[in-house]
């Protein structure tokens, strides 16, 4: 498995508005995906034959061209390699104005 920097992210955090968080979150979820990928041993093409892209498509996307990817696409990307996604809604502190989104991997 190849090491991940995850240091892009904090660009991320570095904004606050709501495209920076969405970003963040498919950032994670995509290197998620690339260590499943590589973990599984598949080919590109293999995996891309798997998640419904074409193979340029698929290595765009992992080399972090995913605006235009919804959270739900990227999500069904994992359950069609094998895993489970689950989403769960539970209330903010309530010292907190804004809920946030957290995105809890294995």
């Known amino acids: 498995m ?24 498919k950032a994670r979820l995509v290197v998620h995906l690339t260590q499943i990928i590589e973990n599984q041993g598949l080919s590109r093409r293999r995996a891309a034959e798997l998640l419904g892209f074409s193979e340029a498509r698929l290595n765009n996307i992992l080399k972090g061209q995913f605006r235009s990817l919804s959270e739900m696409r990227l999500l069904d990307c994992l359950t069609q390699l094998g895993y489970d996604a689950q ?20």
């Open 2 to 25: 190849a090491d991940v920097n995850m240091g892009y992210m904090k660009v991320y955090d570095a904004f606050a508005t709501r495209d920076a968080r969405s970003m963040l979150l």
């Open 87 to 106: 989403i769960v809604i539970e209330p903010a502190p309530r010292d907190v104005a804004i809920g946030k989104i957290d995105l809890v991997l294995p």
